[in-house]
C-alpha cells in the first residue's frame, strides 16, 4: 500500500496523515474486490524493513493499527470478513496484540472474503521461522519438500496470491511473499494508496483477466 508519505506531501500534511487516508481507503478496498467475488485479499501494511523508520512515525502506525482495528473490526465482522494477521506479534505491544488476535476470533466464523493484514512481515523472515520449525520437530531432510515448506509459512490455510498490486508505481517485491508469489502476476499502477478507488480495483483486475497463466508450460495456442 504504497505512496501515503507523497499523497500527505503533495496535500501540506504530515506522513502520518497520509497513512491515516491510507488506513481510511482499506474498507472501501476490501468492499470493491468481495463485490468483485476475489475470495482471499491481502494488505501488506507495515515490514520487518519498517522497524527502521523514524521512532514517532512508528510509534504513529502503530497506534494507527490499534485504532483502525477497534474502529472497523465490527463493520467487517458485519459484512462477513474474515480477518487473518500475517507475521510476527511477539514485537508489538501487549494491546496491539490483544487486539490482532480479538479480532481474528471473532470474525473466525466468517465466510466471507477472507482479509490479511500483513503487518510486521517479512517474506525471508517468514522462510526462516518456517525452516526453524521444521528443523525443531525433527523433520528429516528427505522429508522436505514444497508441501510442506507450504504447511509452515505464515499463509498455510490460504492459497497462494493470483495477483500482486503496486501502486504509487512501485516496481520491487519489497520482501513480500517471496515464496507464495512465484507465480503471481505482477500489476503496477502510479496511483497513490490513498487514491485507489473502485476504478481502480476495476482496472487491475481487467488487466489479470487479460494475462494468460502458463505456470512454466507453453501455451497451447502457441
Known amino acids: 500500500m504504497d505512496g501515503n508519505g507523497r499523497w500527505a506531501q503533495r496535500q501540506g500534511l504530515p506522513r502520518l496523515g497520509g497513512h491515516r487516508a491510507g488506513t481510511e481507503n482499506i474498507r472501501r478496498v476490501v468492499e470493491a474486490f468481495a463485490k468483485a467475488g476475489v475470495e482471499c485479499l491481502t494488505l501488506y501494511t507495515f515490514s520487518t524493513e519498517n522497524w527502521r523508520r523514524p521512532q514517532h512515525e512508528v510509534e504513529g502506525l502503530m497506534s494507527l493499527l490499534q485504532e483502525v482495528i477497534f474502529r472497523q473490526t465490527e463493520a467487517l465482522h458485519k459484512n462477513n470478513v474474515r480477518l487473518r494477521h500475517l507475521g510476527r506479534l511477539d514485537r508489538l505491544s501487549p494491546e496491539l496484540r490483544e487486539a490482532i488476535v480479538a479480532s481474528m476470533e471473532l470474525t473466525a466464523q466468517n465466510s466471507g ?101 502458463r505456470f512454466g508450460a507453453l501455451d497451447p495456442e502457441e
Open 113 to 213: 472474503i477472507t482479509l490479511s493484514v500483513a503487518f510486521d512481515y517479512g517474506g525471508r523472515g517468514e522462510l526462516v521461522d518456517a525452516i526453524q520449525r521444521i528443523i525443531r520437530e525433527g523433520t528429516t531432510a528427505d522429508a522436505v519438500n514444497e508441501e510442506l515448506v507450504d504447511r509452515y509459512l505464515y499463509t498455510s490455510d490460504l492459497p497462494d496470491p493470483d495477483l500482486v498490486i503496486r501502486t504509487a508505481g512501485e516496481m520491487r517485491m519489497s520482501n513480500f511473499m517471496l515464496w507464495q508469489a512465484a507465480y503471481a502476476e505482477y500489476y503496477t499502477t502510479t496511483t497513490l494508496w490513498p487514491d485507489f478507488d473502485v476504478v481502480e480495483v476495476d482496472r487491475a483486475l481487467e488487466a489479470y483477466r487479460q494475462r494468460r497463466r
